[in-house]
Each structure stands twice: as structure tokens, then as C-alpha cells.
Nanobody, 115 residues
Framework: QVQLVESGGGLVQGGGSLRLSCAAS????????MGWYRQAPGKQRELVAG???????NYADSVKGRFTISRDNVKNTVYLQMNSLKPEDTGVYYC?????????WGQGTQVTVSS
């Protein structure tokens, strides 16, 4: 079974940047698509950015132009570069891999953006 481990979260001032990493214990090529989700306190988990094995990418409207998702198939890692961070970006960020409808989640990493 593949495990996903997120890292790179932390506390940052508004306007700052963070890069999140999602490291897989096995090849990420097994996943049809991978994505970053976030969950703010009292809110539902939402998709932030997704990337398929073919390289197709989509973003939530709220992060377009500020966040960039990428994948390194050699390092078995998916990244989320977050720039121009806003307080509303605060939440726990989770990585998810999907293989024909079967989902694997990481444990999450906290991102806190101060105003």
C-alpha cells in the first residue's frame, strides 16, 4: 500500500510563499491523478489543485495565478508552490492520489497565513 506524506507547511505572513511537498512511498505513476486539498476550520475539504498522470492541471478559482502544482515522477513527489498567500488560504492541506476510484490520503500539513 502506498503512503503519502506531506511537508512544508507552517506560519507565514500574508503575501508570503510556501512550497508543500507530498512524498509517496512508491511510484506516483500508479495514480491516475493526484491533488492538493485543504480544509479550513469549520469548512468542508475542498480541491485546491489537481494534476493527472498525463499532465493535465486544474486549479480552484481562488488560487489561480498564485499556486502552482507540479510532479516529479523520479522523486515520486508532488509539489504545491503557493505565492501571494492570503489569510483565507489558512487550513490543513492534504495530498490525495487516486487510482481508478481508490483514494489514498496523506495526514495533512498545517498552513497558517497571518494578516
Amino acid at each position: 500500500q502506498v503512503q503519502l506524506v506531506e511537508s512544508g507547511g507552517g506560519l507565514v505572513q500574508g503575501g508570503g510563499s510556501l512550497r508543500l511537498s507530498c512524498a509517496a512511498s512508491k511510484s506516483i505513476l500508479r495514480f491516475n491523478d493526484m491533488g492538493w486539498y485543504r480544509q479550513a476550520p469549520g469548512k468542508q475539504r475542498e480541491l485546491v489543485a489537481g494534476i493527472t498522470s498525463g499532465g493535465w492541471i486544474n486549479y480552484a478559482d481562488s488560487v489561480k495565478g498564485r499556486f502552482t502544482i507540479s510532479r516529479d515522477n523520479v522523486k515520486n513527489t508532488v509539489y504545491l508552490q503557493m505565492n501571494s498567500l492570503k489569510p483565507e488560504d489558512t487550513g490543513v492541506y492534504y495530498c490525495k492520489g487516486t487510482w481508478y476510484g481508490v483514494h489514498t490520503w496523506g495526514q495533512g500539513t498545517q498552513v497558517t497565513v497571518s494578516s
